[in-house]
């Protein structure tokens, strides 16, 4: 009989039923990795619930009933719904705190508060009502976090079993609102912890405090979380927990991100049929109305306008690089200023960048399969899926050394990296990737390197394992 580890895996968002942001391709894709690891000794039965926002696109959902959850005098109902993706159990809880909120996530903390206060609770209680008992809760950002610290918090009310816990971080500073007023009325007491007091009452840190294993989404995220320049004031707290913090690196989903079969492109390729890529080179000028030209190198920013991603950093660069010859692309929605700044760029350089201000997920890829380089000069970044894909597409990343940027790409040898949050840098390492490109053989080298890399689900996914095995051990 193999051994089964059940898992309890909780998101605010899961591709392709809801996705935001980069946390929608982790928890779309890392459950499934996860369950892929089973074999004779090992079951993994990992199962992934989500809230049913109302913007959830879900087909054959089958209701599993209602319970209801007690908050002072009152009950919340919690209304559950079952679908399955490759084969992945995954349940959607509904209630009024979901319905009250229309987007995933709100500009108004309250309804926030009261969403995932709300379903991190509930989540806790559907194993009991499909019969099946979790080894695991493996939690995923602030939103989530409370179901880490409310299973601790009822293993002591109830006596109960004692569930281990995982909890990821994907961005510290986001650590949630103040949710001490709503986890009372839900029955559930303030620990004395040591954190710090502002700290005390948010959902982040009391997941963190509660949890078995804290796991950043990069090795080097791990290190960085660790000191006072990332640590978003939790840095002595984390480092008087630090043998429970991890860094593991995030995958790509590398069936979807093929640019062998990746429908959206004008020429499908792989790292044999290189020289294919260039009709998505022209393809891609064409359809900006930038000159045809294969010579001139053609640059990318494909990100969210915003500060923590340095595209302030990359519009000064260009606009300081007027003399070497280039082309630029700029694809993203964000902050107005950043957008505005871009635009700017785009008057001063009518011939040469071309901005696209909104959300555009064929675009990117064809970003990624047709331009030379893509500048990543994130101030922070946890882990990154842009540099990934873009190796994985023959797009060669200019990154900086932050977070997953670091242990994804190789200075040199699958791109260029840069240290100090400084257009000066960008702009040397810009240098660099343009006079090697004028070498195609030596720029081949670089592609190939990126695009032979394996940086598939399937190796984070064992580490996982290997650390749900630990923690359920000890
Ligand atoms: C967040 C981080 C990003 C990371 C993603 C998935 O969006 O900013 O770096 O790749 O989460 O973990």
Known sequence: MPKTINVLFLAAEADPFVKVGGLGDVAGSLPIALRALSNNEIQLDVRLVLPYHPVVKADNLKPLGIFPIKRGNTEVQAEIF???????????????????????????????????????????????HINWSPNIVHANDWHTALSV??????????????????????????????????????????????????????????????????????????????TPEYGCGLNEFLQLRRETVSGILNGLDTVSFNPATDSTLSSNFDVDSLEKRATNKTALQEKLGLPFTIETPLLALVSRMDVGKGVDLAFTALKSLKNLNWQAVILGTGDLKLEAAALKLQEIYPERVKVITRFDAS????????????????????????????????????????????????????GFVFEKIHHMSLMAAIKSACKVFVNQAEWQTIQHAGMSQDLSWGNSAKKYLDLYQSIIKS
């Open 82 to 128: 079952e679908t399955s993706i490759n084969g992945l159990p995954v349940y959607f809880i509904n209630g009024d705190p979901i319905r009250a909120n229309g987007s995933v996530y709100s500009s108004n903390a309250k309804l926030d508060a009261e969403k995932y206060t709300f379903f991190s609770l509930a989540a806790l209680e559907l194993p009991r």
């Open 149 to 226: 610290y409310g299973s601790l918090a009822k293993s002591w009310e109830e006596g109960a079993h004692r569930i281990a816990s995982v909890l990821t971080l994907h961005n510290l500073p986001y650590m949630g609102p103040d949710v001490s007023a709503i986890l009372e009325s839900y029955g559930y007491k303030l620990a004395q912890t040591d954190l710090p007091e502002w700290a005390r009452v948010m959902p982040l840190p009391l997941g963190m405090w509660a949890s078995d294993a804290i796991v950043a989404v990069s090795p080097t995220y791990g290190d960085e979380i660790l």
């Open 363 to 414: 675009l990117a890829r064809q970003i990624y399969a047709g331009a030379d380089m893509l500048l990543m000069p994130s101030r922070y970044e946890p882990c990154g899926l842009s540099q990934m894909i873009a190796m994985r597409y023959g797009c060669v990343p200019i990154v900086r050394a932050a977070g997953g940027l670091n242990d994804t790409v190789t200075h040199g040898k699958t």
